[in-house]
């Protein structure tokens, strides 16, 4: 049915292979539609009670805050179109942590705005009172935009951000490694790390005892080069950007002959790709949502305020159904203050914006047809429970994926479809629990112990 | 809601606040039972601790902190603690120590506003001052002068203060027609520039329930009127007294004094004492000590009343005194009216009776239009 990966073993079929599932929970953006009338509050603690308590009754691994640590910006103002504004994820997974008893508690936290002590210690004590329920999804930022929020502003180099998550990862890991058991005396925390290299600089012992898990489960979603050696020496599970099976299979193909070389088994990490799931009835209905989807994500003044972005002036008074803005764009480089733009791709907007006037042009495209087209991809997973399900035992029984993040769409329903529609298909293809077998994050992913 | 009485001698009801940390405030407290490490700062200690706390009529749990625990004992951070509680409880206040000095004042901020949202309007903050050599080495730093550490503390409290107001309460208007979620007009920067820090602001989450957390600091802090409720800590009742007429000139809305306790059970306070200082040695903190019957504190309390809005109990043993706190004195006090235990669903505002501050921005838009 396919081609082998070249350069990668050819996978192994395995068929009593697992699904497992976590929601990455972003809390802010333009995938999240707020506009419907049963639409929850996005910050009530209710809201995420909820969805917890929904995923557990779902067996699912784990819940996952994003993390973004300053207010999205469009032409100087905040950005007023999208979900936006969220909780600390730490804080907020801990009260999570009294009002759940299995669910994975998974927090995105980055390692430039943090010190690796506090940091460390703040998730340590995640996981000890969660009883072994932690996760940490390492991220890194490095625009100086972001920084004006912090003691130190942009002070790190974008060539070394994952330098200096490698190093803030030992760090930590060597702290959660000195929390041996209580030694006679009754002093708990004694063995000093300290680093004093130019990237990190601290003297501090662990302050937590171990959790049943040992320590946080680790996370890694960086695609780079850099985050990809990162997640091969450091992380439990992956939470790839890779959900087409030929490049799920790619990537996990180069991903275990990294892990390869850092010396670890293949069974040390999980990957778990993030993935827009839309459930219907039919086929049919399941494309009429995605459609809508589509539409909504991208609403007229949302696509207005795309182009605004790249354009880097206001172009309110475009009609979004008319043909493109005919006003030459600024020649000043994309501004990061939309979100994540990675620097590579801040630079090069002329161009683009060319290739889009062509195409415009081309096939007559309005400009919420154009955004439409250019700015968001039909979600990977569209169908049935059934079909859904069998796409996703195939790609864990080929091993090209151990499960999904799933990115929701919808409070509550796109998480229902899952647990009620979904869930039943994959325990009736022997691809999913019945019950948690186990009560920590460690133990949900079937890691190896520690 | 009326606001707080500002005058000493305010007759009225005492604001009971309980330290809550680990074991106790006695540096042998926890060392005699055999408990395993994990079980004694673990969930399930902390969840008995602040339920029976709530139960006993509490208006807030107080929980000390710091980024290394003295003589290498377990501590879990206390924001995470205030937090795990926070959906365990429905009406007791909940304020962690965040140190101003070791932290980001801006996810300090963050973190302090989430439990505000968790909690549903009960987060208070400790206002915490670690500067010496190990806590500032924690983070990579270095000790700060008594000057650069007084202008830190108030920075710190301005620019949370300042985050806590940069969503303004009716931001978030999701109107359907326009496709907007929040009026842009109505999240500010703050640009708050302080000695050693600036931050641009503003916070990534929307106004806490509370608007504004409530700010607790000892007095020794020099935080003056920044804070909400100064913590005056004295070795006797005139003391107190003094010290709390000093904070309310300094600005603080509220005045609590620290009160240690170590109590009578079955077996006499003195003798307990005894026994704990055998392991280890309750050194004199200069707060007020009573080690004695539960009729003793409810008599230094009343007359403590006279002069300040409240109290902070700080329990020797957690296990032995709390008890005796919930099950003799604090009905004792309510039995003679010094004491109203928090109603189900309130904020700790509402239990305080602190007002809602409107936002800085709200206040700054009314004046200009």
């Known amino acids: 049915m396919t081609e082998p990966v070249p350069g990668a073993a050819v996978p192994e079929y395995d068929p009593n292979a697992q699904v497992h599932l976590g929601v990455f929970f972003t809390g802010v953006g333009s995938q999240l539609i707020w506009t419907q009338p049963d639409s929850p509050s996005h910050t009530s603690v209710d809201t995420f ?77 995640l996981d000890l009172l969660s009883r072994g329920r932690a996760g940490w999804n390492i991220v890194t930022t490095d625009n100086a935009w972001t920084g004006a929020n912090f003691r130190h502003g942009g002070w790190l180099e974008h060539e070394r951000r994952y330098e200096r998550a490698t190093a803030f990862v030992a760090a930590a890991k060597e702290l959660w490694s000195g929390a041996g058991s209580r030694p006679a005396g009754g002093v708990d ?36 080069d850099g985050g990809r050696e990162l997640a091969a020496a450091h992380a439990d599970v992956v939470f790839s950007a890779n959900t087409d099976y030929e490049k799920a299979r790619a990537y996990a193909a180069d991903l ?68 493109l803005p005919d006003v030459e764009p600024s020649d000043t480089e994309l501004d990061p203050s939309r979100g994540t733009i990675a620097i590579e791709n801040r630079t090069g907007k002329l161009a683009q914006i060319q290739k889009w006037r062509d195409l415009a042009a081309e096939r007559n495209l309005s400009i919420v047809e154009l955004v439409r087209a250019v700015s968001s991809r ?47 298909e994959l325990q009736e293809r022997g691809a999913y629990r019945t019950a948690y077998e186990g009560t920590t994050l460690r133990e949900h992913l079937a890691l190896p112990p520690l | 809601m009326p606001g707080p009485d500002k005058g000493a001698g305010r007759g009225g009801t005492l604001h009971l606040a309980l330290e809550a940390d680990g074991d106790g405030a006695h540096p042998a407290a926890g060392r005699i039972a055999s408990v395993p490490p994990a079980d004694a700062v673990g969930p399930q200690a902390l969840h008995r601790t602040v339920a029976a706390a709530e139960a006993g009529g509490f208006a807030l749990a107080t929980f000390a902190d710091g980024p290394l625990p ?70 990579g730093a270095r000790p700060l002068d008594a000057k650069a550490l007084r202008r830190e503390i108030a920075d710190v409290i301005d620019v949370a203060r300042a985050l806590w107001d940069s969503w303004e309460d009716d931001a978030v208007i999701k109107d359907v027609a326009t496709g907007r979620f929040l009026d842009w007009r109505k999240v500010h920067h703050v640009d708050f520039r302080g000695a050693r820090f600036d931050v641009k602001g503003p916070l990534i989450t929307p106004r806490p329930p509370q608007g504004q957390i409530v700010v607790l600091a000892p007095d020794h802090l020099g935080a003056g009127g920044r804070a909400d409720i100064a913590l005056v800590g004295q070795p006797d009742a005139e003391g107190v007294a003094a010290a709390a007429a000093v904070a309310r000139e300094a600005g603080a809305p509220l005045v609590f004094a620290e009160v240690e306790v170590l109590l009578d059970t079955s077996v006499p306070a003195a003798e307990r004492f005894a026994a704990l200082d055998a392991v280890a040695p309750w050194q004199e903190t200069g707060r007020l000590r009573h080690v004695g019957t539960a009729a003793g504190l409810r008599d230094l309390l009343g007359a403590l009343a006279g002069s300040v809005d409240g109290v902070r109990l700080v329990p020797a043993e957690l296990a032995v005194d709390l008890p005796v706190l919930t099950r003799q004195v604090l009905p004792a006090l309510a039995e003679a009216g010094l004491h109203v235990p928090p109603r189900p669903g309130a904020t700790l505002r509402e239990t305080l009776g602190l007002p809602r501050p409107v936002s800085r921005f709200a206040r700054a838009a009314a004046t200009t239009s």
């Open chain 2, 70 to 139: 003295p003589g290498g004992r377990w501590r879990p951070e206390a924001g995470v603690r205030a937090a795990y509680v926070s959906t365990l409880t429905d009406r007791i206040g909940l304020a962690p120590v965040l140190h101003a000095t070791v932290t980001e004042p801006f996810h300090l901020a963050t973190q302090l506003a989430s439990l505000d949202h968790a909690s549903r309007g009960r987060a208070a903050w400790v206002v915490g001052a670690a500067n010496d050599a190990e806590a500032q080495g924690t983070v």
């Open chain 1, 49 to 125: 009670l909820a969805v917890a308590r929904l995923l557990e009754r779902g067996l699912f691994d784990a819940f996952f805050l994003g993390e973004g640590l300053r207010v999205r910006e469009g032409l100087g103002r905040v950005f007023d179109l999208d979900v936006a504004g969220r909780p600390d994820a730490i804080t907020q997974l801990s009260a999570l942590a009294g009002a759940t008893s299995r669910i994975g508690l998974v927090a995105t936290q980055n390692t430039t705005y943090n010190y690796p002590a506090d940091l460390a210690r703040r998730l340590a004590s």
């Open chain 1, 378 to 424: 039909r979600p990977p997973f569209v169908g049935t429970a059934g079909q859904i399900a069998d796409e996703w035992t195939h790609y864990v029984r080929t091993r090209a994926a151990d499960g999904f993040n799933i990115v929701p769409h919808l409070l509550p329903s796109s998480l229902t479809d899952i647990v009620d529609k979904v869930v039943p």
């Open chain 1, 189 to 224: 925390c004694v063995r000093w790390v300290e680093r004093d290299t130019d990237l990190v600089r601290l003297r501090a012992t662990a302050t937590v005892p171990p959790s049943p898990q040992g320590r946080p489960v680790l996370f890694q979603a960086g695609d780079s």
């Open chain 1, 256 to 323: 275990r002959s990294r892990l390869a070389r850092y010396g670890r088994p293949a069974e040390a990490v999980r990957i778990l790709p993030g993935a827009v799931v839309v459930v219907g009835e039919t086929t049919r209905e399941a494309e009429e949502k995605a459609r809508w989807l589509r539409e909504e994500q991208v609403s007229p003044p949302q696509a207005i305020a795309f182009l605004e972005h790249y354009w880097g002036r206001d172009l309110s008074d475009y009609d979004p159904d008319g043909p």
